[in-house]
């Protein structure tokens, strides 16, 4: 079956612009996870889901950034206002149950963001 | 196709020792190594990040080596605490991310 997918691949802005990345899970996981990595920097936890409910926002860096997730299945983030120090690669994993306990996140092919 | 592995799958050690977690993974073509932790409930918490130039980071009890040539690394956790209880991933990136199985690590208090 697919794996996780995330559109656009890359996305080019305008400080001061929105943008919407999008995360295609696989199918039936319920736990989904949305990632950034800055240029030299580790995996940097943004949000995770349980189904349609985000039980833990504690990642999000500022109230610029929110993220949804509809039907237990796509998920969107949207970086309101996007500022220079945004541009990374946005990283988004879907898990079977989010359990935690070395339970295999599978992780999609990022999307790449640079603002202006 | 990369593979990574971790040994031991789980570990349990009394509060206080010292311990290592290896990680070893086929294809030396990296751009770097991370080490994370996770926790139930939690996403994914990046510990170290070496760089494929770098031989060594550390991170105040944590210490993480990489020797790419033999597609190795290693975490060192000095004085361990029952908070360290947890599973550590490594995980490689070439054009994507190759996690390790993992090593379920419990500090007995």
């Known amino acids: 079956g697919a794996g996780v997918s995330q559109s656009p691949s890359n996305k080019v802005t305008e400080k001061g612009k929105d943008v919407e990345l999008r995360c295609d899970p696989i199918?039936?996981?319920?736990?989904l996870y949305w990632y950034r990595q800055s240029l030299g920097q580790g995996l940097e936890f943004l949000i995770y889901?349980?189904?349609?409910?985000?039980?833990?926002k504690s990642g999000l860096p500022s109230d610029r950034f929110s993220a949804e997730r509809t039907g237990g299945s796509v998920s969107t983030l949207t970086i309101q206002r996007t500022q220079q120090e945004d541009s990374a690669v946005y990283l988004c994993?879907?898990?079977?149950?989010?359990?935690?306990?070395?339970?295999?996140?599978?992780f999609g092919p990022g999307t790449r963001l640079l603002v202006l | 196709k990369q593979e990574v592995t971790q040994i031991p799958a789980a570990l349990s050690v009394p509060e206080g020792e010292n311990l290592v977690l290896n990680c070893s993974f086929t294809d030396s073509a990296i751009y770097n190594l991370q080490w994370f932790r996770q926790d139930p409930g939690k996403g994914l918490t990046s510990l170290l990040l070496i760089q494929s130039s770098q031989r060594e980071q550390t991170s105040g009890r944590l210490n993480a080596s990489l020797d790419k040539s033999s597609g190795r690394s290693t975490l060192y956790i000095a004085a361990s605490q029952p908070g360290d209880s947890a599973t550590y991933l490594c995980a490689v990136y070439g054009n994507q991310f190759y996690f390790g199985t993992g090593t379920s690590l419990t500090v007995i208090p």
């Open positions: 994993a879907s898990s079977t149950q989010g359990t935690g306990d070395g339970e295999t996140q599978y």
């Open positions: 889901f349980q189904g349609n409910s985000a039980p833990d």
């Open positions: 199918s039936g996981h319920t736990a």
